[in-house]
Each structure stands twice: as structure tokens, then as C-alpha cells.
């Protein structure tokens, strides 16, 4: 669980539905083999990707580590769900539309 009460927030808004549509239509899922652990093939998503494509305001999907040479980036899949939810409610929008409701 994640602090999260609206005491701890200033100039609260709603999320721009368009902008999570663009991350959702500019980052795809990946899978790989990471290079620093086990060898198995994974699922995941390019922190380098969405922070390519995140607009400002969405920053805090992406962080870094600094325990080697170079920082690398890391990624809060938790706060990717935020993304979806927009997704989710764009397309809530469009299919009350498509059946005329």
C-alpha cells in the first residue's frame, strides 16, 4: 500500500485521458532475458521506452538506481495501472458512444 490520502496532495486534477492513451499506444509489452540474474526469459516493459513517451506530469512512473557505474533506469509498474485505468475509461467513453447509450 502506498500513502495516497488527499490531505498529503496539492492541485489535484484529473489525468489527461489522451495522454494516457498516447503511452498506452506508444509503449509495448516486451520480453526479454535479463543480463544481471538467471538467464529466463521474462515480461515486462522498457523503463527507456516509457520514459520516451510519458509527457511530464507522469514522471514519477520512472526512476533511477545508482549502485553501479551508470544509474539505470527503473520503472513502477504499480503506477502503470494508472495508465490503464485511463485507457479504460477512453474506451468506456467510445463504446457508450458506438452503442448509443
Known amino acids: 500500500a502506498s500513502s495516497s490520502d488527499e490531505s498529503l496532495k496539492n492541485n489535484i486534477q484529473n489525468a489527461s485521458l489522451d495522454a494516457c ?16 540474474l538467471d ?4 515480461l515486462g516493459f522498457s523503463a527507456n521506452e516509457v520514459n520516451n ?5 507522469f514522471g514519477n512512473l520512472v ?4 549502485g553501479s557505474a551508470q544509474p539505470t533506469l527503473t520503472l513502477d509498474y504499480i ?16 463504446i457508450i458512444l458506438l452503442e448509443g447509450a
Not at 53 to 57: D, K, L, N, R, S
Not at 79 to 94: A, D, F
Open 21 to 36: 492513451m498516447d503511452v498506452f499506444h506508444g509503449v509495448e509489452a516486451k520480453t526479454y532475458v535479463r543480463n544481471d
Open 39 to 42: 538467464g529466463a526469459t521474462r
Open 53 to 57: 513517451t510519458i509527457p511530464g506530469e
Open 63 to 66: 526512476g533511477s538506481t545508482y
Open 79 to 94: 503506477r502503470m495501472t494508472c495508465i490503464l485505468w485511463g485507457v479504460v475509461k477512453e474506451m468506456e467513453q467510445r
